[in-house]
């Protein structure tokens, strides 16, 4: 194994996926069209506001949707989504659902009010763009480096050209901050002719979040985004946060200023109110009123529609009551003399009232999930109970902004069992079950075989119980992965679950493991975390990084110390691998070290930029080592490699 690689492999979102993926092929079954057809009488279509308020203010767009990267590869292309100008949902889309996609097709340069405009539907987040005293203040300069310039671009086509002299991030999730480089030139930060702004905890968790387990969020984001599905009325429609995930590298330049809790600053002239909402969508995040707009920025806390309790991709589950009350401090604080409520995903809600109304409505859903999930806690009620039976009241389900297009009330209240009770349901028989292969074996057997199973199944299936037969195909799947006849109709019950889906995290996830059934694993990816995101690592994290690499069973009976030092950062480090386990400490050395490694934080930078190698660099005579070489180099040995394109729909092969 080469020495660089396991370093590579970290991601968070799946960004560089194939969309030449076959496509699904079954029409809706008629439970499927019944179901969706019902839909139609559940909501209240007639209400058409958000459409005003979403094409409120439209400036211009690019000609064709499209954008490039600068090897020519496609980065964003709303061309593909033109099937969604029909006004009708087709049999194989939930109607709210295909109503939140139509929405999220209006794409361009929008006009807020004089001096303040934004970028929407370009990539999976927006861009806010303030016109300053003397230059332009971004906020959120989306998710690749060429989304942003496009977007950017599209400005200086309509606005006059004036520098970027500060980027604002309002949260530590990359579709916010992963294309800055496209709008603005590292080197201008360092000269200090711009600035980069940011919550308190920003690069922890910017960094952070998704190092640790990269490999498994990023390949578990391909089914919660779709991110492998080709765009159609059978395939990708929508995220429900936005229309897609742009293609393409990330990149990142550290904050330059901390936001202190509550500040109120001047940036270029501009005044800004800040709100921080640590803890709530994200770790580290803020929302920022404009006094001279008369513009409320909640970033991403408050959105049009239900957010993430816990997102499927994998994540540490949100404090929702937290969140609740953020939003009722920004009520209380800016309600009454907000005029425009913008966030950096979505269309902005226009007026004071309607804007107040808003951010009551996000902040009792909130608090309703999180109080009457604990309330069925309480009575000994499990998950599966809970998301069953919860349902918001009907003042709340009505409004289109509470609907579960993203997050969802069913996998939200399971977050709230989650973060109160964790895994274990109390019921002893579940402490400690068979493995999930040999459960799923058991039961199949128990069940009369796989050939029973599934003429039972089929059964089932045209009666349209889809949830069971997807559950009952999965069993079988993972008792005899080579059984085609499971793997297809478990693949179609899935299929006709996204079909019904309103949640588009939902229709991804069940549409591409129909997908994977069929073909197989999705090709790996790169991830988000591109080689100028992985510079951005302390030491500390480039090391804990390397402990969940370490291969236990190559390490067994090894005890390795090793001195790592940084010479122009004057970092010292200790590592220290024993008992199949690596540990470090800052600020100390070894006498009894096996080895001592010196390079520069320039040159450990070099590596993780994939522009040398550890052998490399050694050869070069960038990295020294004293003592025993074969001590470093066995330990960079020990490291693994993770695959990125696991089975997720099928067993892991031992």
Not at 29 to 37: D, E, G, L
Not at 545 to 573: C, F, P
Request: charged share 20%; glycine share 8%.
């Amino acid at each position: 194994m080469r020495a660089r690689t396991f370093i590579y492999c970290i991601s968070a979102i799946a960004a560089t996926v194939s969309l030449t993926a076959q496509a699904t092929t079954n029409p809706a079954t008629a439970s499927t069209a019944a179901s969706n057809q019902a839909v139609l009488q559940q909501l209240p279509f007639a209400d058409q506001q958000a459409f005003t308020d979403a094409q409120r203010g439209f400036v211009a767009q690019l000609p064709d949707g499209k954008v490039t990267n600068d090897d020519g590869s496609v980065a964003w292309d709303m061309s593909a989504y033109r099937f969604l100008d029909q006004e009708a949902a087709p049999d194989t889309v939930n109607p709210s659902l295909w109503r939140q996609a139509q929405l999220n097709n209006i794409h361009g340069l929008f006009k807020v009010t004089d001096g303040l405009y934004q970028i929407r539907g370009m990539d999976l987040a927006n861009m806010t763009i303030i016109e300053g005293d003397t230059g332009l203040i971004i906020i959120d300069p989306l998710l690749s480096p060429s989304t942003a310039k496009a977007g950017l671009e599209l400005y200086y086509q309509n606005r006059p050209k004036k520098p970027v002299v500060a980027v604002l991030y309002t949260h530590n999730h990359v579709d916010h901050w992963g294309g800055v480089k496209g709008v603005l030139d590292e080197a201008d930060v360092k000269a200090g002719k711009a600035h980069v702004y940011a919550p308190a905890g920003f690069m922890e968790h910017a960094v952070s979040e998704n190092i640790i387990a990269g490999p498994a969020m990023s390949r578990r984001a391909t089914y919660q985004f779709g991110a492998t599905l080709p765009p159609g009325e059978r395939g990708h429609v929508d995220t429900g946060l936005g229309k897609a995930l742009s293609h393409g590298s990330r990149s990142l330049i550290a904050p330059t200023d901390t936001v202190p809790d509550n500040a109120n600053l001047t940036i270029d002239g501009i005044e800004i109110q800040f709100q921080m909402a640590h803890g709530s969508e994200a770790e580290s995040e803020m929302m920022m009123y404009f006094p001279k707009f008369k513009v409320l920025d909640t970033g991403e806390v408050t959105s049009q529609h239900m957010h993430n309790v816990y997102t499927i991709r994998g994540a540490a589950v949100r404090d929702a009551s937290a969140w609740s009350h953020y939003i009722d401090l920004a009520l209380e604080r800016f309600g009454d003399k907000t005029d425009v409520l913008i966030g950096q995903h979505h269309w902005p809600v226009w007026d004071q009232e309607a804007t107040k109304q808003f951010l009551s409505v996000q902040r009792d859903m909130y608090k309703y999930i999180h109080d009457q999930s604990v309330r069925m806690i309480n009575k000994g009620y499990l998950p599966g109970d809970i998301a069953e039976q919860i349902k918001l009241p009907e003042s709340l389900d009505q409004q289109w902004y509470a609907r579960g297009y993203y997050g969802t009330l069913s996998h939200n209240a399971k977050a709230i069992y989650q973060r109160y009770m964790g895994w274990y349901d109390a019921n002893p028989a579940n402490l400690n079950p068979l493995p999930p292969e040999q459960n799923a074996a058991k039961t199949v057997a128990y069940m009369g075989g796989a050939d029973k199973v599934i003429e039972q199944a089929r059964k089932d299936f045209d009666n349209g119980e889809y949830r069971w037969v997807a559950s009952v195909m999965n069993q079988v799947v993972f008792a005899e992965p080579e059984n085609q006849a499971a793997r297809e109709l478990g693949a179609d019950a899935l299929e006709q679950l996204g079909y019904q889906a309103e949640a588009g995290t939902w229709r991804g996830a069940y549409l591409t493991g129909a997908m994977e059934l069929r073909n197989g694993p999705s090709e790996a990816t790169e991830g988000s975390l591109s080689p100028d995101v992985l510079q951005a690592l302390d030491t500390g994290m480039f090391f804990d990084l390397m402990a969940v690499r370490l291969d236990a069973d190559k390490a067994a009976g090894k005890h390795l110390v090793i001195n790592w030092q940084l010479s122009d950062t004057e970092e010292n480090y200790r590592l220290n691998l024993e008992h199949s386990t690596l540990t470090y400490r800052e600020n100390e050395q070894d006498d009894a070290a096996q080895a001592t490694v010196v390079m520069t934080r320039e040159t450990l930078n070099q590596i993780l930029l994939r522009r040398t190698t550890f052998p490399d660099a050694v050869k070069a005579g960038e990295i020294t080592i004293s003592g025993e070489p074969s001590a470093f180099f066995g330990l960079l040995q020990m490291l693994e490699v993770p695959s990125g394109n696991f089975p997720i729909v099928e067993p892991v092969k031992h």
